[in-house]
Nanobody, 124 residues
Framework: QVQLVESGGGLVQAGGSLRLSCVAS????????MGWFRQGPGKEREFVAS????????SYEDSLKGRFTISRDNTENTVYLQMSSLKPEDTAVYYC?????????????????WGQGTQVTVSS
């Protein structure tokens, strides 16, 4: 199993930026794709972005392309989510997840370890 600890959430005004971090421990980090998911109030959890184990391949939920950037530092066992031009509809709990596979994936079923989540609130 992998332990994941997210940080970086908070309250930001619309148009602002935040960078989320997720530190992993317990499994060879570079062998696992990593993903970010989010769950807004009254909504189901949804895919945000995923990055392959090497960092060479990245996927985004289509509507977030251009505003969100996922990256990873395998020397620090950390994955990041840079969010810019934030909108009130981006308000959600953001979860970091570790995949059982090396290839990136948008399916939550491919992820077997999840962080506790970090709250992001965007005010209008």
């Amino acid at each position: 199993q992998v332990q994941l600890v997210e940080s970086g959430g908070g309250l930001v005004q619309a148009g602002g930026s935040l960078r989320l971090s997720c530190v992993a421990s317990g499994r060879f980090f570079s062998r696992s794709a990593m993903g970010w998911f989010r769950q807004g109030p009254g909504k189901e959890r949804e895919f945000v972005a995923s990055i392959s184990g090497s960092g060479s391949f990245i996927s985004y939920e289509d509507s977030l392309k251009g505003r969100f950037t996922i990256s990873r530092d395998n020397t620090e066992n950390t994955v990041y989510l840079q969010m810019s031009s934030l909108k009130p509809e981006d308000t959600a709990v953001y979860y970091c997840a570790s995949s059982r596979y090396t290839d990136r994936s948008s399916s939550s079923r491919d992820y077997d370890s999840w962080g506790q989540g970090t709250q992001v609130t965007v005010s209008s």
